[in-house]
């Protein structure tokens, strides 16, 4: 038998049992990694989902509050910012204690504070404590307890429950203050002003920074007195505490006493409440004078205060009159303006009043509020309206008398209005247009410029409305109004009249331009000729 082929066969044989062996070698050591590794995550688990990591976790931030007869407890907590992986927050737990620090819950030794709460939901930041067992003597003299709150958590593994850190917060209740610190807190300041026919009690008081601790402001006592304290002269109905105001309407007191003067004192006092018990104290009064001074007398009224300043500025529709006066400063005691009395009228030239001139306007009289008025000029001529013409305005406040409504005027004020100079035409011309079909008359064109080419815009006048063109003195075209003119003006400006004259007299014409209800002076042009 051949022993080559048997040696290549044991070879082969040799190598597939190596080939095996390396990879059962192999399958061990990656099974043993992974189990190494499974083992590391589980420990890892057990660590990360242990309740030792819930017990150190974040405590939530507690306060408190009390307002009888209750206590707010109030806390926060970011469940987020403190989720625990493996763990879900639950509730939350809240608990009260006396005045012991920081304590392990169910620990009360007999404590009658002590008080574990109904278990809060994830959501809920607050809790209302009823504090049912402390008494109103309790309150009056204050007491000091403390407030716990911890979360709750349950693995989700196997639901067991553990609870993290509690917070904790040390509430202590004041006592209220004392009777005497009710008396001495700041009281109202009051003012009182006559409002005929009764007086206005006013007050100011910060309730919120005044009330002292433990009490509530309930009420305002207003009285009045005859100008001492301790003589009262009427009480009046108490004033709800959010009042600051109260009317008086002195209904006792005589026109006579009015018009005499008088005088009361008042006095606010705020009335405060004990929130435990009740019981009610007067705080600290504070008064008021009120002085109603004698009803001036109507020679005084027309004598000694302020007249109105009046103004008078020319329009085309006529004449602006406008006045100032200070109602407040210039009003009598025991007078009220009722309005102003305004005038015009004409004087002869030995200043004397023209009979019949007078004007009165607005009846009723301009209001108590009105302070200006438009004079139409109702009634003047033309001739009272040109340039220099004189009108006299005059104004005087009138006033009621309040407790009879009995009137008088006060001082007058007078004022003397010049009708203003206005511009006329300029560059007059005449010229010979042809001969009259009825000798020896000669039709001649008179042309004038607008007076306006260099307008310096008049105040309250509008361009000139219309013309009058007088012959000699003689008016022989009345206010025609530059529209009539058909043609007219020309390229150049200008306006013209025709008229007829004989030539061998002297001949001329004059403008005066119309500025609405005012005029210009008469210009224009002549030529003399004799022989006439």
Known sequence: MNAAPLDLCRSLTRNRIAIALMALALGLAVFAAGSILETE??????????????????????????????????????A????????????????????VDDVEFGSFDNDPDSEIFPVQGTSTR?????????????????FKV??????????????????????????????????LAVLNADGATVAATAQYPGALISWSLDAAAVTPRGWRLVTFKVARYSTQLGTVDQR????????????????AVTSSQWIAGFKYL???????????????????QSVALLTVEATTTPLDVVTNYPAPTLTAVAHSDGVQLTWQFDEEASTPP?????????TRWKETKAGNL?????????????????????????????????????FFYAINAFYDRLVDDAQQVGKRTKLVFTAPKLPNARNFTISDASQNYRPPLHTLVASWSDPHVNWDATAGFDNVSSYTVYQHGNEIRHERSIGSYVGYPTNDGSYSFDFNVQLRCSFGFQIRAHYGLFYSDLAGYKNNRSGC
Do not use: C
Request: proline share 6%; aromatic share 12%.
């Open 126 to 142: 607050s809790y209302t404590d009823s504090l049912s067992h402390k008494t109103q003597a309790n309150w009056i003299d204050g």
């Open 41 to 78: 995550r589980g420990a890892a688990q057990k660590i990360e989902e242990s309740p030792g990591v819930v017990r150190s976790s974040s405590a939530p931030t507690v306060t408190a509050s009390a307002e009888y007869p209750n206590a707010q407890v109030s806390w926060q907590y970011d």
């Open 236 to 251: 009046f109905l108490d004033q709800h505490e959010d009042a600051r105001s109260f009317t008086d309407p002195l209904s």
């Open 354 to 390: 023209l009979r019949g001139s007078r004007v009165w306007f607005n009846a009723p009289y301009p209001s108590p509020t009105d302070r200006s008025l438009k004079d139409p000029l109702t009634g003047t001529t033309m001739e009272e309206r040109l340039p220099g013409g004189k």
């Open 80 to 99: 987020a910012a403190n989720s625990i992986a493996g763990w879900n927050l639950i509730s939350f737990q809240v608990w009260r204690r006396g005045d």
């Open 266 to 284: 008042y006095g606010v006092t705020p009335v405060y409440q004990r929130i435990i018990g009740g019981t009610l104290v007067d705080g600290k």
């Open 146 to 179: 403390r407030y716990f709150v911890r979360a709750a958590f349950q693995r989700a593994s196997d639901g067991l429950v553990q609870h993290g850190q509690q917070g904790q917060f040390f509430l202590a209740v004041q006592p209220p203050a004392s009777r």
């Open 334 to 342: 025991g007078w009220k303006l009722a309005g102003f009395q305004l």
